[in-house]
């Protein structure tokens, strides 16, 4: 088990760099996340990166939607009608963030999810910007902003996961 463990860090340190994992104490920022890879819990340290380090790594629009709270225009995203099996990841740090069997078209424009891959790969926040009351949805590896999310979406959840295309990468089933 530690092994995978292992394993697991080292692809998402290699995914990710450059960059650092916040703390020195080994204890300090550990998170467990849910890994679609082996299909079990796995403890990371979150990821954190200087905003020189961020602009060099992330391209314009993944650094003002992940890093800046921003949001691309509705329909324009690489991910709205996107309908391969996979799991899309956080193209910050590499986290597995939304299975493909959980998007649905929700017709807003935006990629969307009834559910995350697991609660844990996800953090929410309370979001009152722009005279509105929302709830933002973060990545739990690297604290990017990934879009909101909203009580108006399918059975079993009842949730929609608005994702920014620009927030997630995709990886293929196949």
Partial sequence: MRKINKLIMAGILLSASPGSFAGDDPDDMVIKVYSWENKEFVEMRKMTKTEQEWKDTLTPMQFRVLRRKGTERAFTGVYNDHKEKGVYKCAGCGLDLYFSGHKFDSGTGWPSFWRAVDPANVRTEEDNSLFMRR??????????????????????????????????RFESDE
């Avoid at 902003?145 to 009580?151: D, P, S």
């Fill in 135 to 168: 709830t933002e949805v973060l990545c739990a590896g690297c604290d990017g902003h990934l879009g909101h999310v909203f009580e108006d979406g399918p059975p079993p959840t009842g949730q929609r996961h608005c994702i920014n295309s620009a927030a997630l």
